[in-house]
């Protein structure tokens, strides 16, 4: 089944104030009968990625997109996810087939509960849809002190290395990491050399994607700027084989079977783009070491890392999460940058529902 997925992520710039576009998209999932828990959780996780300059996976690309599934019925707007099997460590979750944001945000915190007895815990999830930034669930650890890591398996966009049909999602796979007072650390990545969204705001706008983005209909690496037209073939994590995109293809196939196969989920070219399985995982510090000894650590640590001497050319080595913390705290202190078109989708979907909305713009 193929369709045109909805978007808002046209026109200038507005500044949005935070909170009230977070208690804007509460109000308007709440009205698409998204019980108020999990309608703050999409909230959340949207607001959050967009805060921290992730536009991809913020709330002009994906507002509408799950707006749209649930009206469609491709999403359950109130999911009830249970444990299918497993142990007190270890378990499979069925979804319900429940937005991804909410089903992956409820089992971390429940991985993390179950992890501060056992240590470490883990989940695979199926039946699910799209968790929105990977991040957004990993980082839920670190309220608890822990180490969080959160894998989600999609729908194929990913050539394999040598090969000439996507075979793979884009498979992301995101570590969040504590430290004191440094931010933490927070890794989210694609395993593809790039995610599909940005190529999808690169295709919109008419500008063309760098070398090595994307495979062509015969599976042979593009090697010069090109504007791409879906369907696209995205490579693996190294572009070409040559700069070893066999380890993107590696990475993914990884997830696959982590988050689908383990999980019992429909994987690979049966997947269609709404549905997903995730793998959530939590790892109790204290059981290791003391926590305050940790975050030390890692201070010590980052630190070590963004001291390394800059190459030539280039202002200071980040380390993981550091460009995303910055862009959180302009967000906080002078509004969300967000596209005209995602304001006014905001506001025609409040007069849609007859809400009363919070004014959006950050004063």
């Not at 828990?37 to 997109?65: F, K, M």
């Not at 894998?151 to 000439?164: D, I, L, N, Q």
């Not at 884009?170 to 989210?188: C, L, Q, R, Y």
Request: some cysteine; hydrophobic content about 45%; aromatic content about 4%.
């Amino acid at each position: 089944m193929s369709r045109v997925e909805p978007s808002a992520t046209t026109g200038e710039l507005v500044r949005v104030d935070v909170d009230a576009l977070r208690s804007s998209l509460t109000t308007i999932f709440e009205a698409l009968d998204v019980p108020a828990g999990d309608a703050a959780i999409v909230a959340d996780g949207l607001v959050l990625a967009e805060s921290r300059g992730v536009t991809t996976h913020g709330v002009a690309n994906l507002a509408p997109r799950y707006a749209g599934w649930i009206e469609e019925g491709l999403a359950n707007p109130r999911p009830a996810h249970r444990v299918t099997r497993g142990a007190s460590a270890l378990m499979n979750v069925d979804g319900d087939g429940g937005l991804g944001i909410v089903v992956a945000a409820r089992v971390m915190d429940d991985v993390a509960e179950r992890a501060a007895d056992t240590g470490i815990a883990m989940a695979t999830v199926h039946n699910s849809r799209h968790l929105a930034m990977a991040a957004f669930h990993a980082m839920r650890a670190l309220d608890h002190d822990m180490i969080g890591v959160c894998t989600t398996a999609v729908a194929p966009a990913m050539v394999p290395t040598f090969g000439s049909e996507p075979r793979l999602g884009t498979n992301p796979i995101a570590v969040a990491v504590p430290a004191g007072e440094e931010p933490a650390f927070v890794f989210d990545a694609a395993t593809t050399t790039v995610a599909v969204n940005k190529l999808r705001l690169k295709q919109r706008a008419g500008e063309p994607a760098p070398a090595g983005w994307i495979v062509d209909a015969d599976g042979e690496p593009v090697r010069e700027p090109a504007v791409p037209e879906p369907p696209f073939r995205l490579s693996p994590l190294g572009g070409t084989p040559e700069a070893s995109s066999y380890k993107g293809y590696g990475l993914a196939a990884i997830v696959d079977i982590l988050g689908a196969v383990l999980s019992q989920a429909t994987f690979g070219q049966r997947l269609e783009t709404w549905q997903a399985s995730h793998t959530l995982t939590a790892i109790d510090i204290d059981a290791v070491q003391p926590i305050d000894e940790f975050r030390t650590a890692m201070d010590a640590y980052l630190r070590m890392l963004k001291s390394t001497p800059p190459a030539p050319g280039h202002e200071e080595v980040l380390v993981a999460g550091q460009r995303e913390h910055r862009a959180l705290q302009a967000s906080l202190a002078e509004g969300v940058p967000l596209p005209s078109a995602a304001v006014e989708w905001v506001a025609e979907r409040g007069r849609r529902h007859g809400l009363t909305l919070p004014r959006l713009e950050h004063t």
